[in-house]
């Protein structure tokens, strides 16, 4: 698979899970039947979800981890760093997405840039 092509497809993968991601805040987070609905019945387990991802969000666990992530892929070389650098992208849509957009974004930015680096040639 060209180089080209893979991007072509990681964009449409990503692009998807940004919408995914969306689909979560709104219907899950930020929907208010869900408010009034964990308060009566806090075991079921949407709730539980919900509370854990506030937890996750309230603590920036998934900006940091997409940071540190996209930190550690910019500097490991050759196919390791790309797959980190993808990886770290995919953590951080969510982290911008559920509210931690300060230190998401830069997270997104440094994986971004070492997704698309070229790759180094041998001298």
Do not use: N
Request: one cysteine or more; a positive charge; proline letters at 2%.
């Amino acid at each position: 698979m060209s180089r080209r092509t893979s991007l072509v497809i990681l964009l449409i993968a990503l692009a998807l899970w940004l919408a995914g991601c969306y689909g979560l805040r709104f219907a899950l987070m930020e929907d208010g039947k869900w408010v009034g609905l964990c308060v009566d019945e806090a075991q079921r387990w949407e709730c539980q979800v919900r509370a854990g991802l506030g937890l996750l969000i309230h603590f920036r666990v998934i900006a940091w981890t997409a940071l540190l992530g996209a930190l550690l892929a910019f500097f490991l070389p050759g196919r390791a760093g790309w797959l980190l650098a993808v990886a770290a992208l995919f953590v951080a849509l969510p982290a911008l997405v559920l509210y931690s957009a300060s230190l998401a974004v830069f997270a997104l930015v440094i994986a971004a840039l070492r997704a698309v680096r070229a790759p180094r040639v041998a001298v």
